[in-house]
Each structure stands twice: as structure tokens, then as C-alpha cells.
């Protein structure tokens, strides 16, 4: 057992890990985006680079931070329901909609990210979205961890909420 319980720590603190990196990604955004608005409309000289940068440092922000949401339950859930019930049944409904819902989406999610990657690097893909023609590949990398990193995280959850919804005690 304790060998699993270091192995679900092990996943928290990677999650934690994306998440510092991914904040970083959010300096870039405020960094990137103030210096296209004041050379766009105080200088009148656009940069070629500024919308790709954007969208690549969202995206990154998003899938590296999606991790750390779960591990700290900081996405959005409907729970009209949910909140009453007891915790053992929380726990069952948390294992039901992860075996129905959530692990084949992100599978899904997670294998067409993953060949995209692939692909984006063996074709040496650009985005054309300005002149600027980044390489996709790093992004559409970042992109499949992202998501290799949320499923990784929902695992643990599962482990800990089955392990709870069977024993009636945490795994921690």
C-alpha cells in the first residue's frame, strides 16, 4: 500500500509541477499581449509574431494547468446533485462518471493529440495564421503532455475515490 500511496504523491506533485509551469505561460500572455497593443497603436508597427505567441502560450496555460485544476478540484462541475450526497457517494458517482465520461473523452482527446505531435514533427508542420510560420510541433507536444498529465491526475483520483467508495477511509 505504500508503495501506491508514493505513487498517487508522485502524480500530485507533477500536477503541482504543470501548474507552476503553466503559470509561466500566463506571464507570457500579459508580456506578449501589452507589447502588441503598444507598439500596434502607439507606434503603428504590428508584430508578425504577437497572435501566434498568444494563442500558443493560452493553449499551453490551459492543458499544463488542467492537471492542477483536478488535483485540487478547481474545475467546473454541475452539481445539483452532487453536493448532496455523502461522501462514499461522491466518491461513486466520481468512479462512474470517470469510467463513462472522462477517461474515454480524454482518451480519445489524448490519442489524437498524440498522433498530431507525431505528425507535426515529421512533416516539420508550421501554423499559417500570420507570416510569422511558427513550427507546431513543440506546441502540439506541450498540448499531448497536457492532457497525458490530466489523465494521469484523474487515475489518481479514481484509485483514491474507489479506494474510498470501497473501504470508507482516504488513501492519503
Sequence with gaps: MTFLKRLL???DA???LSGSVGKWCALLLVF????????RHFFNAPTVWAYDTLCMAGG???LLGASYDYLHEAHTRVDIFYNMLPERGKAFMNVVCSLVLFFPLMGVMFWLSLTWAVRAWSIKEVFFNSFWYPPAGPYRTVF??????????????FVRDFYFMVRGETLD
Design 9 to 11: 504523491q508522485k502524480i
Design 14 to 16: 507533477l500536477s503541482e
Design 32 to 39: 506578449a499581449g501589452t507589447y502588441e497593443a503598444v507598439s
Design 60 to 62: 499551453a496555460l490551459y
Design 144 to 157: 499531448a503532455i497536457g492532457l497525458f498529465f490530466l489523465m494521469l491526475q484523474a487515475s489518481a483520483k
